[in-house]
Every structure is written in structure tokens, then in C-alpha cells.
């Protein structure tokens, strides 16, 4: 069984392979108009259930069009709507959706629900994201630096805010693909002790994004956040803001990412997201190419 629960659980060369798949399923359709299927058809007489107990515009959007894409059929299934919202348990959801469908992805708020979906289910499970981790969307962003300025190796990636679940994924991926990682934000909104040690940090943004390639914003309240800390977060994160001043101190060629939604001119002014160093709307396109590619891993082993 290959599940894709997290960039640090999986093997670096079929991150590699993911990537490259993505790349070359991406250009094949470049040529085609949108409504052409992928030539080959991978999922074709496949469903995938999409399970969500969160929001999501990006990744129900772009599985569900993925999978069409590749020939296959989607089931989306929302988590309050399903009898899990109502007691029965991971294990029992995983074995009963496990006879009906060939995949799974699921966005869910503790990290042990997906890990109970992959011990329990018979088909892949796929992480759309966690209170912990957000790999497809890390792994949008490397196909997506790699797209614009070449290889990620030894390059230096700034997260500029709080430290996250997406801060977590790009940790994972800072090991995974070999480039230095700093996180700048205040020592109240560190990332998690378990990743202590794939990343530096640097308390003053101004010097943090000194020679960075790429720097990386999200959210300040998270979706697992109470709304009830939104103010206090505001007051913490203020001086973290990524604005023109902070870009201008990056390499010229910098890119400035943000996985999106975002609260425009809260973390990150308007002018660089709509500015010269902006890549935000590839990453949420690479979004539907990465994921064609790690569900045909998935389902190719
Ligand atoms: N970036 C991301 O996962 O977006 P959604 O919450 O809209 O899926």
C-alpha cells in the first residue's frame, strides 16, 4: 500500500519522481484545450473519495479536476455530513470506504484521524492537509521554485510569520530536497519542537530575508485556530508582514509565495502579491498537477 501522508515518510526519489511526473503530465497538456482528458487515462474506472472536515477551495477543486482529468470519477464527502461526524469511528469509516472506492484523500484536524484512515484503510490514503501537516501543497511549491528560478537544492527559503502546519511541511521538504530553511516570526509562534533542527531562526525578518530565493508567508490564524486569538496573533505578527520594504531585501530574482487563502495586506500587502516577485496562482495550479501525480503514484504501486 502507498499512501502519501507526509513529505518526511516518503523516499526522496519518489518525491523526485513526483515532481518530474507532475512536470511532464503538466507540458503534455499544454498544447490541449482543457476540456481533453490525459491521453492515457490512469484512473479510468477509479473513484476517489475526497473527505473534508474543513474548508477548501485549492484542493477540492483541483483533486476533483485532477482525477477527472486522469479518466476517474470523485465522490466528495463532507465530514459532518458523514455518520464519522456522528461517532462511528476512523477505523470502521477506512474498512467500509475501502470496498467502495480506490483512494482516499482526506483534510482532517488531527493528525492521528489520518493515520487511523491509512492503518485501517485498503487503498491509498492521501494527507489534504492537517492541524500538523500540508505536503501537497509543499510539494506544489517545489515543482513551482523549480519551474521559475531551477533547482531548489542549497537554496535559501525564508517563512516569514507563524510557525504552522504549511511551516511544517516545508520543513520536512527543507530535509527532503536539501535547501536551508529560516523561520522569522515571534518566539510565542515557533514551529513545534519536533522539528527542531531542519530549520535556523532569525527573531529579526529584516535580517532573516538577507540573500533569500524565496519567501514564504500564510495566514495568521490558522483554520484550527480560535477566532477568539485573531487579535492577539494580529499584534504578535504585525512586524512579520511580507510588504515591498521586507521583498527588497531579498536576492533580486526572489520568488514570494503564499499557499492562499490569504487576507490581503494582513501578512502580505497586496503589491507583492500582485507584484514581479509573486508566484501565488502557479502555486495553486501546480496544486492540481502535483496531485495527478502523487495519486498515479499511489495507485502505480
Ligand atoms: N492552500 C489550500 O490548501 O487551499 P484550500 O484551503 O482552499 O484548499
Given at each position: 500500500m502507498t499512501h502519501f501522508l507526509d513529505i518526511h515518510t516518503t523516499p526522496q526519489s519518489d518525491l523526485r519522481d513526483i515532481i518530474s511526473n507532475a512536470r511532464d503530465m503538466k507540458n503534455a497538456r499544454a498544447?490541449?484545450?482543457?476540456?481533453t482528458l490525459d491521453a492515457?487515462?490512469?484512473?479510468?474506472g477509479q473513484m476517489v473519495a475526497l473527505i473534508f472536515e474543513k474548508p477548501s477551495t485549492r484542493t477540492r477543486v483541483s483533486f476533483d479536476v485532477g482525477v477527472r482529468q486522469m479518466g476517474g470519477q470523485t465522490m466528495v464527502l463532507s465530514g459532518a455530513d458523514m455518520q464519522l461526524g456522528h461517532g462511528e469511528t476512523i477505523a470502521d469509516t477506512a474498512r467500509v470506504l475501502s470496498r467502495y472506492v480506490d483512494l482516499i484523500m482526506i483534510r482532517t484536524f488531527e493528525e492521528q484521524t489520518l493515520l487511523d484512515m491509512a492503518e485501517y484503510a485498503t487503498v491509498p490514503v492521501i494527507n489534504g492537509l492537517t492541524n500538523r501537516t500540508h505536503p501537497c501543497q509543499i510539494m506544489a511549491d517545489i515543482m513551482t521554485f523549480e519551474e521559475h528560478n531551477?533547482?531548489?537544492?542549497g537554496k535559501k527559503v525564508v517563512w516569514s510569520g507563524d510557525g504552522n502546519n504549511v511551516f511544517a511541511s516545508f520543513a520536512h521538504a527543507a530535509k527532503q530536497f536539501d535547501f536551508e530553511l529560516v523561520f522569522t516570526g515571534p518566539e510565542t509562534l515557533?514551529?513545534?519542537?519536533?522539528?527542531?533542527?531542519l530549520y535556523t531562526t532569525v527573531r529579526d525578518p529584516h535580517e532573516a530575508v538577507k540573500g533569500a530565493d524565496l519567501v514564504v508567508t500564510d495566514t495568521?490564524?490558522?483554520?484550527?485556530?480560535?477566532?477568539?486569538a485573531r487579535e492577539r496573533r494580529h499584534n504578535q505578527l504585525r512586524g512579520y508582514q511580507v510588504n515591498d520594504d521586507l521583498m527588497a531585501?531579498?536576492?533580486?530574482d526572489a520568488l514570494f509565495m503564499h499557499c492562499l487563502p490569504a487576507h490581503r495586506d494582513d501578512e502580505a500587502t497586496s503589491s507583492v502579491m500582485d507584484g514581479?516577485?509573486?508566484v501565488i496562482f502557479d502555486e495553486a495550479e501546480n496544486r492540481l498537477h502535483v496531485q495527478k501525480a502523487i495519486m498515479r503514484h499511489c495507485l502505480s504501486k
Open positions: 498544447g490541449m484545450s482543457k476540456g492515457d487515462q490512469p484512473l479510468a531551477g533547482p531548489i537544492k515557533d514551529p513545534e519542537r519536533a522539528l527542531d533542527g495568521w490564524v490558522s483554520m484550527h485556530d480560535p477566532q477568539s531585501k531579498a536576492k533580486g514581479k516577485h509573486s
